[in-house]
């Protein structure tokens, strides 16, 4: 694939902790994004960087920062965390080969806030 | 702010049987994407459209991007077991290129 892995694949905590997400791809691509995917919504964007300390809201950013310190690590942090957090969170990379666009996702974090 | 529908949300059709899924943009997208995501696994591209009014086909998928550039379809023609999963489109608009918006999904289901 694209080298991109997410940790932890599994994470369960209580409200109002702080959670920290981590997206780690190995390819030095430019833009990554963070989604969070819940039934009947599918998938909404977060946060997303497009380089190295460069980063905007998505659809859905409330309660959630993100930081890029190196091209391969996007962070998304939950400051304290909600039960309403409680979701499947993607990390995705953008890739352009061959005048086509795609993201390739990682495997996703379970992560639920009790 | 910009929104992109699917329909239907859910499908059940038994093995044989055509299967289409629709998407709609409140705005214009440059691009329209599609991905397939098995259950319990992560969303796989499929493919990209980017002319008004393109097709592309692989195999037994049709793709389709609208005149306007604000709606695309998926058809899925005599639909198998491992057709099964959800079905999202996604784009980016032509004022916020960076952000890729998906659809809430299409999820498939495939009787034997």
């Known amino acids: 694939d694209a080298g991109i892995t997410q940790s932890p694949r599994h994470k369960v905590t209580e409200t109002g902790t702080p959670v920290t997400l981590r997206c780690h791809q190995t390819?030095?691509?430019?833009?990554m994004y963070w989604y969070r995917q819940d039934p009947g919504h599918g998938l909404r964007l977060i946060h997303y960087?497009?380089?190295?300390?460069?980063?905007d809201k998505g659809e859905v950013s409330d309660g959630y920062s993100v930081s890029r310190s190196k091209t391969e690590d996007f962070l998304l942090t939950l400051e304290s965390a909600t039960s309403s957090q409680t979701s499947v969170y993607f990390c995705?990379?953008?890739?352009?080969?061959?005048?086509?666009?795609?993201?390739?996702f990682g495997s996703g974090t379970q992560l639920s806030v009790l | 702010g910009q929104q992109v529908m699917q329909i239907p949300q859910y499908q059940h059709v038994q093995e044989g049987e055509d299967f289409t899924t629709y998407c709609n943009s409140s705005?214009?997208?440059?691009?329209i994407q599609w991905y397939k995501q098995r259950p319990g696994g992560h969303p796989v591209f499929l493919i990209q459209?980017?002319?008004?009014?393109e097709v592309k086909k692989q195999k037994r998928l049709t793709f389709q991007f609208g005149e306007a550039k604000k709606n695309s379809s998926l058809h899925i023609t005599a639909t198998q077991t491992t057709d099964v999963g959800t079905y999202f489109c996604?784009?980016?608009?032509?004022?916020?290129?960076?952000?890729?918006?998906f659809g809430p999904g299409t999820s498939l289901s495939v009787i034997p």
């Open positions: 995705a990379i953008s890739l352009h080969r061959e005048a086509e666009e795609k993201l390739f």
């Open positions: 390819e030095n691509h430019r833009y």
């Open positions: 960087s497009y380089g190295v300390k460069d980063t």
């Open positions: 705005t214009t997208l440059s691009n």
């Open positions: 459209l980017v002319k008004s009014g």
């Open positions: 996604a784009g980016h608009t032509e004022t916020s290129y960076d952000k890729v918006i």
